[in-house]
Nanobody, 124 residues
Framework: EVQLVESGGGLVQPGGSLRLSCAAS????????MSWVRQAPGKGLEWVSD???????????SYADSVKGRFTISRDNAKNTLYLQMNSLKPEDTAVYYC??????????????WGQGTQVTVSS
């Protein structure tokens, strides 16, 4: 059974930092691209960042413009864990953050599994 379990969310002041983790199980983690996606209160889902499966413990990365330069996605394939280091946090980063597994099918990538989410609140 595929499981994605996020942790590390919480309340932080503007300008602060948090590190989110996503523990994966039930599939060969190193073989799959992974993403972080967030949902702010009253808004739809917003893609945050991707990391490719890559070789070793790292893969190529991409970021939404809203977080570029402040957030860093990484993965540790030996620990089956995905990370999101968030620095210089802003109130507009307040959201539930989800990790998601991507799968390739019929020429496109899809999210086939999601975690339960972890709340990040940025407020003074």
């Amino acid at each position: 059974e595929v499981q994605l379990v996020e942790s590390g969310g919480g309340l932080v002041q503007p300008g602060g930092s948090l590190r989110l983790s996503c523990a994966a199980s039930g599939f060969t983690f190193s073989n799959y691209h992974m993403s972080w996606v967030r949902q702010a209160p009253g808004k739809g889902l917003e893609w945050v960042s991707d990391i490719n499966s890559g070789g070793g413990s790292t893969g190529s990365t991409s970021y939404a413009d809203s977080v570029k330069g402040r957030f860093t996605i990484s993965r540790d394939n030996a620990k089956n864990t995905l990370y999101l280091q968030m620095n210089s946090l802003k109130p507009e980063d307040t959201a539930v953050y989800y990790c998601a597994k991507k799968t390739y099918y019929s020429g496109s990538y899809y999210y086939d599994y999601w975690g339960q989410g972890t709340q990040v609140t940025v407020s003074s």
